[in-house]
């Protein structure tokens, strides 16, 4: 279901699930930031700005989950983001890391080349991206992670199209992939960071499900 307000709580939830995730060790994007409050701060940013946007789901009424993602179609049907909905993104970004670490974050995310998302958008290749997927604290650890994922899956079969999304640690590609995803391309950033691209076929799914009757 779709959400278009939230408290000022559950945005906090939703970024300290983000900014304090235990990467056990792992170099994660949680690193672009001075601290995790940082992280947390810009998450926090982010998903007010997509709230604005009407790209933010929910698993239910309890809101034990939450996923942002926008459907790509090409086909003159799909919604812009409005210039002053990027305002509380760009607050939390300042906010979180200031212009001369907003720099040196960049050249790092690009350093590892295009991603599939952008691969797939220079070719107008119809698709879902999911920029967002987090399961609030209090419910982790109890198959939410599905039911989460499962509000783009239904979008691309109902539609036809592929749904991707990239993460940052091995951890969570392996969530991925045990929710039906799979691991498309991989990418090592200039500061020894990885980034897995994922993706989710409706027609493999559909295979997948044959196989399983």
Known sequence: MKVTILSDETIREI???????????EPGLAELYDSPEGASTYICGFVRTKLKAGEMYTTSERQEGF????????????????ASDYGP?????????GLK??????????????????????????????????V???????????????LSYSEGRRL????????????KRDRYVSVGMKTAKERRLSNGMMLYDMLWDPEEDKQNEKDNL
Do not use: N, W
């Not at 609030?136 to 499962?150: K, N, S, T």
């Not at 199209?161 to 940052?168: K, R």
């Open 136 to 150: 609030r604290e209090a419910f982790q650890h109890q198959g939410y992670m599905r039911r989460v994922m499962e």
């Open 160 to 171: 036809g199209i592929p749904v991707i999304l990239e993460t940052d640690a091995r951890s």
């Open 89 to 97: 993104l760009l607050k939390g970004v300042f906010a979180s890391m």
């Open 15 to 25: 970024g300290h699930a983000f900014g304090y995730y235990d990467y056990g060790g």
């Open 67 to 82: 996923t942002s993602f926008k459907t790509y179609l090409y086909d003159g049907s799909d919604a812009r983001i409005r």
């Open 101 to 134: 670490k907003i720099i040196s974050s960049m050249k790092i995310l690009t350093s590892g080349g295009k991603g599939l998302h952008d691969e797939y958008h220079k070719q107008k290749k119809p698709h879902i991206y999911v920029s967002m997927v987090v």
